[in-house]
């Protein structure tokens, strides 16, 4: 039972892998020997020569592997050190109003009195935003 063909270009895919896939075979059937004996040590080569390639590649996907799992990391220790925009805004607005109470606070006399000038620097506004509307 074959599988319904949505589109062109993966009927065109289909028929490339295939066709791959009997080339490989081809060449392979093409370059074994007559002998029957012989033939056995000469799949045996390929074989072993597809072994080594497939150790060499998973070394290298595993090599690829350690250094994605190392830019993760890097990513992650970055971003851990980065702020959003609208949480820098409102600490610098909680900064701003720290400051204005202190400096109110510290215009009183004696403490706890309210003067003009304490007055006054109770009433200087909030600071425009900077990085956010």
Same mark, same amino acid.
């Given at each position: 039972m074959s599988r319904r063909v949505? @589109?062109?270009e993966e009927s065109a895919r289909r028929e490339s892998a295939i066709a791959k896939s009997a080339m490989y075979t081809l060449v392979a059937d093409s370059t074994a020997p007559r002998d029957p004996r012989g033939?056995?040590?000469h799949y045996r080569g390929?074989?072993?020569d597809a072994?080594? @390639?497939i150790e060499t590649l998973q070394l290298r996907i595993k090599e690829l592997e350690r250094e994605r799992d190392k830019a993760k990391a890097d990513k992650d220790y970055t971003l851990s050190l980065c702020?959003?925009?609208t949480a820098a805004e409102e600490e610098r607005l909680a900064a701003f109003r720290l400051a204005r109470g202190?400096?109110?606070i510290?215009?009183?006399w004696p403490p706890?009195?309210?003067t003009s000038m304490s007055h006054a620097i109770d009433n200087i506004p909030d600071p425009k935003p900077k990085w956010t509307k």
């Open positions: 949505k @589109t062109a033939r056995g040590d390929h074989l072993a072994h080594r @390639t702020v959003t925009r202190k400096a109110s510290l215009a009183e706890g009195v309210p």
